[in-house]
């Protein structure tokens, strides 16, 4: 692990964009999340780590309410984005997604065009008054992505198409073009080959920029070198949460301890 | 795994063996595996052979019913037969039955024989070589047409069914001898006028174009009405348990709650499916016939109870297809932020597209050859006239092309197992048609992902 880089990065305080308060989630009789709080904050990459199973995905998916398509579900205490819980009966769970944006484990693009996967999302939000606002949207969303340049001259292809590093970067690429306020990835690059996995790495890291990142990762060296906060998960709780230079190199819990050095998990 | 590393002389001792020499469990294995093909080919052998043998019966015994023997004759359309007052008023050419016709056509057939000079000894009833159906025709012919009377016209008409047989190989000479309907002579008068080319045998466009006709005169009967009837219903089922079958599997599919009531919706849609037919027609006919009052033999009620039939398969294929479809799909789709309904319709619905064509045309052409139920609701009546256009023609009496073929076995003159079969043939041309059409649909609307 590269602690120098860990020392050097500088930590820019900003304000708390996701707020979670005594959070529990059950899936059936099973308690899958206890008592999670926490503060994600705006312009921030955070990561949760953590052993399979520990719930960091769930906890996660609690973040823009996909958890409501899996009927035993059930969650507990107040999420709140920018002050307003969203679990609150007023939301709707489409608006909430439109603000919180989702990239998945495996890349899904949709089996249509480069150019409809990412104009779907502006389309459906009403973002594009017209074909050549929905042209530049997209054009920004998959600059963004860090992917125009490889597919500029054939977004008409079908995103199924492309190679699993270049489905990924398309995914986020559409996860961005709804213009999101937080951008939330399920283990973004576990399928991706060390190539892929690099630049999607170092997009996450512009990303930061603009919007606040939340990462679920397997892998503490992802963690290391992309995030600036760190959460670590066991069993359903949140066992310690923190800078991400402090939590590698100096936890103050034995399990994260454990964790980080190989000995659980 | 310690336990091994502290004993290794527990293992069996280790025999040399050579690659190049089988053993006996793999001899066994293989064995096994040649059997199984060899159980496999003659499975896949018994249904082919099946399939053929059912095939070549239909052929052999039904193409025949695309071809048709006619005779020409000119015919003279005397006034003092057909219009005694001389004023061709409609109403008094109506009142000439079709025996009215029967002499003009008797004479006509002896002239021709005369014509061409044929002699053929004992000959007696030379007119019985035409159809019954010759009088109708000409009937109608000059019904249309009352300025021809008094003129001699050349009408093509068709043959007796029995003299269509002898040109088919159904009737023989012996079989002449002991049959009241048909004599040897006459069968000699239709080879002499086959040999002057007064008489021939041609393609049959009117078995598809005809009506049935009744019990005596099989060389007219047609398919006419049934499949018209037939394609009514196909209209019907398809309009009514295509949305409603993929309304009801979309919504229990992705919608509905998981709970013991939609399980037990789930189930008896299962068991809908294995419902024998018969109980939808007794459905039919207390449901749309006794209580809501609509018409007998009409193609709505077929249509309707074909329809609940047709649901079931319809349901369980669209809900297999929407199973099919990955759940990244939806995933990616509630992930920017679309509405369950928007992530239904827009991305789920069209990967499943080509499970929900297939299920539905494999459905109709289930629906399309049932027979059962239309028996109840009256479609097995004798039905001669052709329903009207579309709307008010779904309410007028037709046939089925299933019954039809039905109804034609159960006759006595063996030209109608001929008849049947031919209408077997045209059931399974639709039926191939339809398939085909499932299978381009489905390559056509094919995506992977």
């Known amino acids: 692990m590269d602690d120098a880089r860990l020392v050097e990065r500088d930590v820019v305080m900003t304000e708390t964009k996701i707020a979670a308060r005594n959070v529990q989630v059950y899936y059936g009789d099973t308690h899958a999340i206890k008592d999670v709080n926490v503060d994600i904050q705006d312009k921030t990459v955070t990561a949760f780590i953590g052993p399979s199973g520990c719930g960091k995905s769930t906890f996660l998916r609690c973040l823009n309410r996909m958890n409501d398509t899996i009927d035993v579900a059930r969650v507990e205490g107040d999420i709140l984005l920018d002050g307003e819980d969203i679990y609150d009966k007023q939301v709707d769970p489409v608006q909430l997604r439109a603000k919180v944006g ?77 213009e999101p306020e937080v951008l939330l990835m399920d283990e973004p690059c576990s399928a991706l080959d060390p190539i892929a996995t690099a630049q999607v790495e170092e997009l996450i890291d512009e990303l930061k920029q603009n919007y606040s990142v ?34 590698f190199t100096n936890p103050n819990d034995s399990r994260t301890e454990s964790y980080i050095t190989g000995r659980i998990g | 795994m310690t336990d091994i590393a502290a004993s290794p002389s527990a293992q069996p001792a280790r025999t040399k063996s050579s690659l190049l020499q089988l053993d006996a469990r793999t001899k066994r294995r293989n064995a096994a595996e040649a059997r199984f093909r060899l159980y496999g080919m003659i499975a896949v052998a018994i249904s082919v052979l099946a399939l053929v043998f059912l095939l070549s019966s239909i052929l052999s015994n039904g193409l025949s019913a695309f071809w048709q023997t006619y005779i020409v004759l000119d015919v003279e359309l005397t006034e003092e037969k057909l219009d005694k007052n001389g004023n061709r008023d409609p109403a008094d050419l109506a009142k000439v039955s079709t025996f009215g016709y029967a002499p003009l056509i008797r004479d006509a057939m002896e002239a021709k024989i005369a014509e061409k000079g044929i002699v053929i000894e004992g000959l007696e009833d030379p007119e019985d070589l035409i159809s019954n159906e010759a009088a ?135 068991n809908l499916a294995a419902v024998p037919s018969i109980v939808f027609g007794i459905l039919g006919l207390s449901i749309f016939i006794n209580f809501a009052g609509l018409p007998q033999s009409a193609p709505i009620v077929g249509g309707l109870v074909l329809t609940l039939m047709t649901l079931p398969t319809i349901i369980i294929a669209t809900r297999a297809s929407l199973k099919s479809v990955p759940p990244s799909i939806r995933d990616a789709a509630l992930g920017v932020g679309a509405s369950k309904m928007q992530a239904v319709f827009h991305h789920v619905l069209p990967l499943a597209a080509p499970g929900i064509l297939t299920g539905t045309i494999i459905g109709l052409a289930q629906a399309l050859g049932e027979t059962a139920p239309l028996l109840l609701i009256g479609m097995v009546a004798f039905v001669r006239e052709f329903p009207a256009a579309p709307p008010e023609g779904f309410f007028d009496p037709a046939a089925a092309l299933p019954v039809q073929v039905y109804n034609w076995t159960q006759r006595a003159d063996p030209a109608f197992v001929e008849r049947a079969s031919g209408a077997i043939i045209v059931l399974l041309v639709f039926l191939v048609i339809m398939n085909a059409v499932a299978i381009l649909l489905r390559r056509r609307f094919e995506r992977r992902w």
């Open chain 2, 136 to 270: 109708a025709q000409m009937r109608r012919f000059v019904l249309a047409n009352p300025a021809v009377i008094g003129e001699t016209v050349t009408f093509e008409v068709l043959a007796a069914g029995r003299i269509d047989g002898f040109f088919k190989g159904r009737v023989t000479m012996q079989s002449a001898e002991r049959d009241s309907n048909v004599s040897p002579e006459q069968l000699m008068l239709a080879e002499a006028m086959k040999e002057a080319g007064t008489l021939e045998t041609r393609f049959n466009w009117s078995f598809i174009t005809w009506p049935d006709a009744s019990e005596n005169r099989p060389e007219a009967a047609g398919l006419g009405v049934a499949i018209i009837g037939s394609f009514y219903m196909m209209i019907v089922v398809l309009a009514l348990a295509l949305p409603i079958g993929v309304a009801a599997s979309i919504y229990l599919e992705e919608f509905a709650p998981k709970n013991k009531f939609t399980d037990l919706i789930e189930v008896n849609i299962s």
């Open chain 1, 102 to 178: 989702m990239v998945f484990q495996k890349p899904n693009p949709f089996p249509k065009s480069i150019y409809d996967n990412v104009a779907y999302g502006p389309k459906i939000h009403g973002l594009a008054g017209s074909k050549a606002d929905l042209d530049d949207i997209v054009e920004k969303a998959l600059r963004r992505g860090a992917i125009w340049e490889e597919v500029k001259d054939r977004l008409s292809e079908p995103g199924t198409g492309l190679s699993g590093g270049q489905q990924q970067r398309l995914c986020i690429a559409r996860a961005v073009a709804t």
């Open chain 1, 214 to 247: 939340v990462i679920v990762t397997h892998s503490m060296q992802q963690a290391a070198r992309v995030s600036q906060k760190t959460a670590f998960f066991h069993l359903g709780h949140l066992v310690e949460y923190g800078e991400t230079g402090q939590i």
